[in-house]
């Protein structure tokens, strides 16, 4: 998320359920490093989704950083691993095939 995207949603929504959110900028690898580091197990990662709006086309490895994204998130039935775009999945890969 960009910090404008954050400024507006802490405030339209940070007197509710986002005033306990955290915005964390760091790479995939690193986070599940710290992870596992900490003793991540069977109950899988912390996180309960990860979105990417308009920007896995611009990672190098796609399938790597899905893959990674995956095993942050908490091994639960309402855990998401969420991939969107405004212009559908046939601009998505030819943009990344341009890239």
């Known amino acids: 998320?960009?910090?404008?995207?954050?400024?507006?949603?802490r405030q339209a929504h940070g007197d509710g359920a986002l005033a306990a959110a955290a915005f964390d900028d760091r790479s995939f690898a690193d986070v599940l490093a710290e992870e596992v580091a900490a003793g991540a197990g069977a109950e899988g990662g912390r996180h309960d989704a990860v979105?990417?709006?308009?920007?896995?086309?611009?990672?190098?490895?796609?399938?790597?950083?899905?893959?990674?994204?995956?095993?942050?998130?908490?091994?639960?039935?309402?855990?998401?691993?969420?991939?969107?775009?405004?212009?559908?999945a046939a601009f998505v890969e030819r943009e990344r095939q341009e890239n």
Not at 1 to 9: D, G, H, K, P
Not at 70 to 82: F, K, T
């Open 1 to 9: 998320l960009s910090s404008r995207m954050v400024e507006v949603a």
């Open 51 to 88: 979105l990417f709006n308009g920007a896995l086309q611009f990672f190098a490895d796609p399938v790597a950083t899905l893959q990674q994204a995956a095993g942050l998130l908490r091994r639960s039935p309402h855990s998401r691993l969420v991939v969107a775009h405004v212009s559908g």
